[in-house]
């Protein structure tokens, strides 16, 4: 079973009986990583991309097993936060993660010049728990004949997939592990790739990234949810149809994740009364060492459109001490 807490003071339970829909979505998505050979290969490949650059990885290349056991025994904690869900400049952030600083390093991903010793490459034997932004949680309640019912929960999925990429990396390979460059998808002019294994994970998966629409500051309420496949050249289209939503969500329940398709027609008019950003700014994971990167969304004036995903904070906040990613269990 999923371990899911809120981010108080003592870490409270978040109760099954009283949410009983993101313990279900939770522990699905653990199944399927424990049941599906296609979704565990793709991440295996991923994580050998990590282990063959990064040589503060563990000495012992991934396997499915090693990944396998990593969910079965050492899955991390979910927290539920209201106040860890946007960065210094009051811009939203679905989820999160905390990670260790190595002392003294000048760069992520193959630093041959620092040396290495068994110390750091030790693997502590657990995972950093995710930071989940209660927004998430917030659209999980609405009522089943929202139109946004089924989008609510393909947003928590996405999001949770995406960031346990990075917890788990972390668990299997090492807790000082970063994501080289080239591990990843290419940046929008088609240069370097980037190194961000949530995001390639995601796309792996779905065929595709989500955004969602929202009324600038007012992140309670969804306007619109889009879908941009990999190979749309940066255009979005509107996931109006619940069918291929609900298709894609059931599916964690079987082998392979059905890939969501572009079919709501294209997003290239806003809704009566609505101004949308035309060009968007996705979150970027910090691919650097120095604790005071921070991922940038682009606001629009109306409008900000946020992907999902998340991002890996690097050598600050509460769990970025390997001995502490045991949090709320008992």
Avoid at 56 to 70: G, H, L, M, Q, V
């Amino acid at each position: 079973m999923v371990n899911i807490v809120f981010d108080d003071l003592e870490k409270s339970p978040v109760s099954q009986d009283d949410y009983p829909l993101i313990h279900q979505l939770a522990n699905t998505v653990r199944n399927h990583l424990l049941t599906s050979n296609s979704t565990v290969t793709v991440l295996l490949k991923l994580f050998e991309q990590i282990h063959a650059r990064d040589l503060y990885a563990n000495k012992e290349s991934p396997t499915i097993e090693s990944i396998r056991d990593c969910v079965e025994k050492r899955f991390p904690t979910l927290i539920l936060s209201a106040h860890r869900g946007v960065d210094e400049e009051g811009d939203i952030i679905w989820a999160q993660i905390y990670t260790p600083k190595i002392p003294d390093t000048k760069r992520i991903g193959g630093c041959d010049e620092i040396k290495i010793d068994d110390g750091i490459r030790a693997l502590p034997k657990a995972c950093p728990p995710i930071y989940i932004n209660q927004h998430l949680f917030t659209y999980l309640l609405q009522a089943p004949e929202s139109l946004l019912y089924d989008a609510s929960q393909l947003m928590f999925i996405v999001t949770l997939l995406h960031e346990l990429a990075h917890s788990l990396a972390r668990g299997v390979l090492g807790a000082f592990i970063t994501t080289p460059e080239g591990v990843g998808p290419p940046n929008r002019d088609g240069s370097s790739i980037r190194g961000e294994i949530g995001w390639a994970f995601e796309l792996e998966l779905f065929g595709g990234r989500i955004f969602v629409d929202f009324k600038r500051g007012v992140y309670q309420e969804m306007l619109n949810v889009l879908f941009r496949p990999n190979d749309s050249n940066n255009t979005y289209s509107l996931l109006v149809d619940p069918a291929i939503v609900r298709c894609t969500v059931e599916s964690l329940s079987t082998q392979e994740i059905k890939p969501l398709k572009a079919v709501g027609g294209l997003a290239d008019a806003p809704p009566e009364g609505v101004t949308r950003q035309r060009v968007t700014y996705e979150i970027v994971t910090a691919t650097t060492l120095d604790a005071g990167a921070a991922p940038r969304i682009g606001l629009g004036y109306d409008i900000v459109r946020l992907s999902t995903g998340g991002d890996v904070v690097v050598g600050e906040g509460p769990d970025s001490d390997p001995e502490n990613w045991g949090i709320g269990r008992t």
